[in-house]
C-alpha cells in the first residue's frame, strides 16, 4: 500500500507546454472562434499525461505527506530539489536530515536513514517540501498531449452512432508516455 500524497502548490500553465498558436497549427485551425475550447482542451491533455505518468512538464513545489518514515518512490517527478523533510509527532513540527533523494528515470526515490518511530495520531505527519518537474519537457510528452489534445477535439461526444468511442488513451499515445511512467504508478 503507497501511502505518500503529492499536492503541488500551483498548477502547470498547460499553454505553456504546448502554446495555443501550435496546438491550432497542429489542429490546421486558422480561425480564433475556438481559442477558449483549444486552450481548454491543451490544459485537459497536460493534465491527462501528468497524472498518468506522474511526471510534471514544467518545474512545480508543493509537499509530499507521508503516513510514516518509508524508503519509497514518490508519486510526482523527476525531482528538481528538497528544501525541507519535517515530521510533526505533535503541534510543532521537528526538521528530518538524514536522507538520501534520487530518481530513477523520472521516478523519484527517498530514503531515510534512521528515521525516528513516530507515534501520533496525525495522519500523515511526515512532510517533504519539494520541486519537482522539468524546465523543458521531453519531445514525447509533448507530442503525447499534441495527440491527446486533437483526440479530444476531434472525438466531442461519448457515443458516435454506428462506432465504439473508448474512453481509454489511445494505444500510440500510451507507448510514447511508458517511457516517462513514474514506478509508483506500476
Known sequence: MKNVIWTPSASV???DVLSLSDAKLWLRVDTDDEDALITSLIGVAVDRV???TGYYLQEVSGTFRMDAFRNTYLPAGPMVSVSSVTYTPDA???TFSDYYVGDVGSSPYINFDSPPAIDTE???PV???ATVGNDTPPAPLVHAVRLLLSHYYDVRESVVI???ISGQIPQGILSL???YRNVYFQ
Request: hydrophobic residues 30%; aromatic residues 10%.
Open 13 to 15: 500553465t498547460a499553454t
Open 50 to 52: 501528468q497524472n498518468y
Open 92 to 94: 510543532t513540527p521537528i
Open 122 to 124: 496525525n495522519v500523515y
Open 127 to 129: 512532510t517533504i517540501t
Open 162 to 164: 454506428g462506432t465504439i
Open 177 to 179: 508516455m511508458s517511457e
